[in-house]
């Protein structure tokens, strides 16, 4: 059974202090990894896609990798503005797109 | 901006009082997807349209139901809302044979 497990589950930074959130997986066949940011109240936002173990893509402050078993999302040097649930997620194996998501990880940036 | 839009942003209704929630697109993406999240878990697949291929999740009670009549709008509709349907309701489409999705900005439901 296709399974996205991240963690930890809340994360509390002070400004500046870099960290990094896990995604671990178990599928068959991996389609891609996907990176989401979603704030209070609002739809997720893409943040990236990983194709294969080796793998890294990065955004502002933030860099994504990639092995045979998980993700990372590193945070450098965060700012308040980071705080936002994080979300991965996997194609379901078999044909088609739907993706098994994560249950994120929920990060807070304190001044 | 091609984009995903969900109305509306916040919707209350009664127990039992059947309620529809929106979704149209411009990005003419042929997959639509409805995603239920409740608070701090994970979004939870509830349908999903290739074009007019309509699937059902095995997990989806019966109370929930999806029409899409055409490419740009999809809606849900739940028939009997009771207290454990509250959440918040995703809209996502992608191009079938591209990767990711892109997400509207979700309906918060609540039940009363």
């Known amino acids: 059974e296709d399974q996205v497990t991240q963690s930890p589950e809340a994360l509390r930074l002070q400004e500046g202090e870099s960290s990094s959130l896990n995604c671990s997986y178990t599928?068959?066949?991996?389609?891609?990894l996907f990176w989401y940011r979603q704030d209070p109240g609002k739809g997720p936002e893409f943040l990236f896609t990983?194709?294969?173990a080796g793998e890294e893509k990065e955004k502002e402050r933030l860099k994504a990798t990639l092995t045979k078993k998980e993700s990372f999302l590193h945070i450098t040097a965060p700012k308040p503005e980071d705080s936002a649930t994080y979300l991965c997620?996997?194609?379901?194996?078999?044909?088609?797109?739907?993706?098994?998501f994560g249950g994120g990880t929920r990060l807070m940036v304190k001044p | 901006d091609a984009m995903v839009i969900q109305n509306p942003r916040y919707q209350v209704t009664q127990f039992g009082k059947p309620v529809t929630l929106s979704c149209s697109q411009t990005?003419?993406?042929?997959?639509m997807y409805w995603y239920q999240q409740k608070s701090s878990q994970a979004p939870k697949l509830l349908f999903h349209y290739y074009d007019k291929d309509f699937n059902n999740e095995a997990d989806t009670p019966d109370n929930f139901q999806s029409r899409r009549p055409n490419t740009s709008f999809c809606f849900l509709d739940i028939r009997s809302p009771g207290l454990g349907d509250a959440a918040m309701y995703l809209c996502?489409?992608?191009?079938?044979?591209?990767?990711?999705?892109?997400f509207g900005s979700g309906t918060r439901l609540t039940v009363v």
């Open positions: 599928v068959s066949g991996l389609r891609g």
């Open positions: 990005l003419n993406h042929n997959v």
């Open positions: 997620a996997v194609p379901f194996s078999g044909a088609g797109n739907m993706l098994t």
């Open positions: 990983l194709y294969s």
């Open positions: 996502a489409t992608s191009s079938l044979g591209e990767d990711g999705y892109t």
